[in-house]
């Protein structure tokens, strides 16, 4: 019994250390896919955001998952025209582009829990998202409040509009972390990725 425990304990020493390494690299791609495509930081989001308290803890399923905030990050990011207060004053052009890791596509946030896919069968992947704002909503304009929030992700490679969020539209396609070994693969997925998504609206992305 005690040697099945110290190899148990074994392996979480391991994935922790693996996690670290894997989160680390998430973060670098992260701020490369940002640079390339112009953006600035605005906004993050998570599947669970770790509580400060610990009380209380041990009659939550969800315990575990509430430390585990990188098993689905978002990072959104914006490319103004230099107009002051950009992520409330939206101009024709301004994009907001969306990070999403899905590090196990198992795992459904919406729910916050895992699906009965195992981790042999499910993928990581990286969803990249991008709203145009064709046409200013009324001011204040908040991105992610007044648009990100209310806007519902379309199916991969597909363009969306919702009648809540009149004058901004929404790409969405999500890209193996897989294919992503090195800068070259990279570069080529996300120019793959910014070309598909220029087609699809018609507009620029360059």
Known sequence: MNQDLNAALLDVRRAYR????YQKRQFDLLS?????LEAVSYYQDYAFS???D???????ASAGLRFLPFLDISAIWLRHQ???EFWDN?????LMFGAWVRSDTGFDKYQGIYTKETADVSKSILVLSV???DKPNDKPGNWYNKVWNPLPYPEDGEVGTTESVPGYRVYSNSIDLAELADQLSVDAAIEKWRKDAATALSVSLI
């Not at 490369?32 to 390339?36: D, L, T």
């Not at 610990?54 to 939550?60: C, H, T, V």
């Not at 939206?90 to 301004?94: A, C, N, R, S, V």
């Open 18 to 21: 693996l996690l670290a390494d």
């Open 32 to 36: 490369y896919v940002r640079n390339k």
């Open 50 to 52: 770790r509580q400060g």
């Open 54 to 60: 610990l009380r209380g803890l041990e009659n939550q």
């Open 82 to 84: 230099n107009q002051d």
């Open 90 to 94: 939206h101009l024709p052009g301004d």
């Open 131 to 133: 709203v145009i704002c």
